[in-house]
Nanobody, 117 residues
C-alpha cells in the first residue's frame, strides 16, 4: 500500500488549499472499509490528528480547524481530501495522509503547507 499526498504550498493568511491523497496498491474493499485521516506536524511538535473520516462518512476534527477544514473521500478513486479554508499561520506544518485498514496504519510522505501573515 502506498499513499501519495499532494496539494501543499504557500499561501497568505485567509487563503485556501486543498490536499489530496491517492492510495495505490490496495484492494477496493480494504479502502472502502478503512478510516482516512490527515495529520500534521509543525517543527518541534508531535504529529497530531487534524481530521478523519470513517467508512460510513462520520468525520472528526481537531478543535482548532473546526469550521475551516473539511475532509472527504472518494472510494471509487481511492482518494481522500482535505479542503482548508481561512488558513492561519498556526496551520503551517507538514501534512501527512493516513489510511487505517485491516488493523494497520499506512502513511504518505507528507506535504508542506506554509501560511504567511
Amino acid at each position: 500500500v502506498q499513499l501519495q499526498a499532494s496539494g501543499g504550498g504557500s499561501v497568505q493568511a485567509g487563503g485556501s488549499l486543498k490536499l489530496s491523497c491517492k492510495t495505490a496498491n490496495i484492494i477496493w474493499s480494504s479502502f472502502r472499509s478503512g478510516r482516512m485521516g490527515w495529520y500534521r506536524q509543525a517543527p518541534g511538535s508531535q504529529r497530531d490528528l487534524v481530521a478523519s473520516i470513517t467508512s460510513d462518512g462520520s468525520t472528526n476534527y481537531q478543535d482548532s480547524v473546526k469550521g475551516r477544514f473539511t475532509i472527504s473521500r472518494d472510494n471509487a478513486k481511492r482518494m481522500h481530501y482535505l479542503q482548508m479554508d481561512s488558513l492561519e499561520p498556526e496551520d503551517t506544518a507538514v501534512y501527512y495522509c493516513n489510511v487505517y485498514t485491516n488493523s494497520r496504519d499506512y502513511w504518505g510522505k507528507g506535504t508542506q503547507v506554509t501560511v504567511s501573515s
